[in-house]
């Protein structure tokens, strides 16, 4: 199993300065995710109508993207956008922060 903590996944935005090289789309939207998780799994799945809910109307897919990729560079977590369903998908990782060598976040 993967398990998170919550509480340590938001001390490492400002622990590590990572909140600096973020805009605050991507804040809201890694916030966001460490809501939905699930701590135990480390995922989480959340709809699109969700997540317009939570983030607004004024952040389009384009964004969604950019912020996606950003989060995963900084070795915070991956989106799985690429499903043209209705949900997207998303998995904390714990590694470098130079975007390579990812390791999903274990107890």
């Not at 991507?26 to 480390?42: M, S, T």
């Not at 991956?78 to 998908?89: A, M």
Request: hydrophobic letters at 35%; glycine letters at 6%; proline letters at 3%.
């Amino acid at each position: 199993m993967m398990k998170i903590n919550k509480r340590e996944l938001l001390k490492k935005l400002t622990q590590e300065n990572l909140w600096k090289r973020l805009s605050w789309e991507e804040i809201r939207l890694y916030l966001v995710l460490i809501i939905f998780a699930d701590e135990v799994k480390g995922t989480g799945r959340l709809s699109s109508k969700v997540l317009e809910g939570c983030l607004g109307e004024n952040f389009p897919r384009d964004q969604l993207e950019k912020a996606a990729h950003d989060l995963e560079n900084l070795s915070l977590v991956k989106l799985d956008i690429s499903s043209p369903g209705p949900e997207i998908e998303f998995e904390f990782l714990r590694g470098n922060k130079r975007g390579s060598n990812h390791k999903k976040i274990q107890a």
